[in-house]
């Protein structure tokens, strides 16, 4: 079994993907995506994005980092693509699956699965780009509104050179609402030699359990869930139960040290309250954490009652 920490925008940074694969658990990891317009980038917004270029692409605790690319058009994709795996990445990912409206506007993302040709096309140029041993792989929907090209957007990328599809059983237009349909991702099985990978609503280890007896699939991709439970890697192996408020207070007071003092730290209580909102699904005591620190803006006032919230 295998467990990657999923990209998201905004939220799993550099910052958060060590403070969780600290926690452990976790195979792999997923940068936010870079994204890819009409020119080749240059170097310094890859190692924004993915400053674990400087160790080896791993993080401090030793989990690989993939870079993601976001985009439409084959060919820069394919040139940027070589820039990611010559500054060290372990393969490059491509971004099929971004629900959000700016990103769907410019022709990236979710929009893309109503065009089957152009994803093939996006992931031969990559494949022929990419030296051999390194994969390229694919992260979908099941759709854009609805899931009529699923199965043909899977073919078409598995015919096109692709080394791994993750599937978040889920179209565009149905976002982040539940229910999250394993089964489609068992359709996807039957007619593609990649090996898939599940994503989405794994929020606990008895939800890892029915997506994979659903999805067939041994291996699972998890973002907003190790978000409302940091240790949910460890928790769907079996290795552990859930983590206990006290550990998690300490976690956010660990956090903090990394946000404050870090590159984003103006951004700090923006951030802090963010998670809180990941938090409440798991943990009741985030709910009044999250009252407390509300109007605060300083980041000293914050930890302040972070410290406190371990005896909520």
């Not at 794994?202 to 007896?213: E, K, L, S, T, Y």
Request: proline share 5%.
């Amino acid at each position: 079994m295998r467990v990657y920490l999923a990209p998201m925008e905004g939220v799993v940074d550099h910052l958060m993907r060590d403070m969780l694969t600290r926690v452990g658990g976790f195979d792999l990891c997923v940068t936010e995506f870079v994204r890819v317009v009409d020119q080749k980038l240059p170097h310094k917004t890859f190692y924004r994005l993915c400053p674990e270029l400087h160790n080896d692409c791993k993080t401090p605790s030793g989990v690989p980092v993939k870079i993601q690319l976001l985009g439409q058009h084959p060919e820069w994709l394919a040139e940027n693509a070589m820039t990611a795996v010559e500054l060290g990445s372990p393969g490059v990912d491509l971004n099929f699956g971004c629900p959000a409206k700016t990103v769907n506007k410019s022709k990236g993302g979710a929009v893309l699965l109503q065009h089957t040709q152009q994803l093939h096309d996006i992931v031969y140029a990559v494949r022929q780009a990419v030296p051999a041993h390194l994969p390229v792989t694919a992260k979908i929907r099941l759709g854009y509104e609805d899931k009529s090209l699923a199965i043909d957007n899977a073919v078409a990328i598995d015919e096109a050179g692709a080394s791994e599809l993750v599937v978040h059983a889920r179209t565009k237009t149905e976002g982040y609402r539940p229910p999250a349909y394993w089964d489609w991702i068992k359709k996807i099985k039957a007619v593609t030699r990649l090996p898939v990978i599940a994503n989405g609503e794994i929020w606990n280890h008895d939800d890892a359990v029915r997506c994979m007896q659903a999805s067939g699939c041994d291996d699972l991709m998890i973002g907003r869930g190790a978000l409302a439970m940091p240790n949910l890697a460890r928790h769907i192996r079996g290795e552990e139960a859930p983590m206990a408020w006290e550990d998690l207070s300490q976690l956010l007071i660990d956090y903090s040290g990394y946000e404050i003092f870090g590159d984003k730290g103006r951004y700090y209580p923006n951030r802090i309250k963010q998670w809180c909102g990941y938090l409440k699904r798991q943990y009741p005591q985030a709910e009044t954490l999250f009252s407390n620190i509300r109007r605060l803006q300083k980041a000293d006032e914050i930890v302040n009652v972070l410290r406190q919230s371990a005896h909520l």
